[in-house]
T-cell receptor, first 111, second 114 residues
């Protein structure tokens, strides 16, 4: 069974204090790993797709990396508007198109 | 470019009732997936529709059913509502075929069962 575990569950940062969010996964065969951002009461907003170990992608203050067992979302010099829940999901090669999500990391950035 | 849209935004029902939620996919997409998200948890896959057929199903009872129309829009139906069905219901769309793995989500429908 595919499993995704995100840590920490919650993270408080001061504005400008860089940090990383972790996503550990177990999957029979990885088709892709996805990062989403979700604001309270809204739908997840797509950030990145990573397909193979060693791949990295960047967008503004966010950088996602992938190894064979985990992915990291690095946040550099965060701003209060980066406060949200960050969700990680995997798609297995033998599971069609379904996404298996982790529980998310709630990030709060204080000014 | 229109994104994924869902209706209604909020809904209140009582136990035992039935509910229908609606979703229009992102322009150019032909596949619709439905997810249930309980408060404080990650979304859970309910099922996926492509070419008007259910192609894949998660671990949900058959009280949960769906439909896809020729214009690719979709409905999620839940019968005999339970208190535990209270959640945010998310629709996601994608394009079938190689490289179309990324799913884009709508704003969700918040269902409260009393």
């Amino acid at each position: 069974e595919d499993q995704v575990t995100q840590s920490p569950e919650a993270l408080r940062l001061q504005e400008g204090e860089s940090s990383s969010l972790n996503c550990s996964y177990t999957v029979s065969g990885l088709r892709g790993l996805f990062w989403y951002r979700q604001d309270p009461g809204k739908g997840p907003e797509f950030l990145f797709t990573l397909y193979s170990a060693g791949e990295e992608k960047e967008k503004e203050r966010l950088k996602a990396t992938l190894t064979k067992k985990e992915s990291f979302l690095h946040i550099t010099a965060p701003k209060p508007e980066d406060s949200a829940t960050y969700l990680c999901a995997v798609q297995a090669t033998n599971a069609g198109n379904m996404l298996t999500f982790g529980g998310g990391t709630r990030l709060m950035v204080k000014p | 470019d229109a994104g994924v849209t869902q209706s209604p935004t909020h809904l209140i029902k009582t136990r035992g009732q039935q509910v229908t939620l609606r979703c229009s996919p992102k322009s150019g997409h032909d596949t619709v997936s439905w997810y249930q998200q309980a408060l404080g948890q990650g979304p859970q896959f309910i099922f996926q529709y492509y070419e008007e057929e259910e192609r894949q199903r998660g671990n949900f009872p058959d009280r949960f059913s769906g439909h896809q129309f020729p214009n690719y829009s979709s409905e999620l139906n839940v019968n005999a509502l339970l208190l535990g069905d209270s959640a945010l219901y998310l629709c996601a769309s994608s394009l079938a075929g190689a490289g179309g793995w990324t799913q884009y989500f709508g704003p969700g429908t918040r269902l409260l069962v009393l």
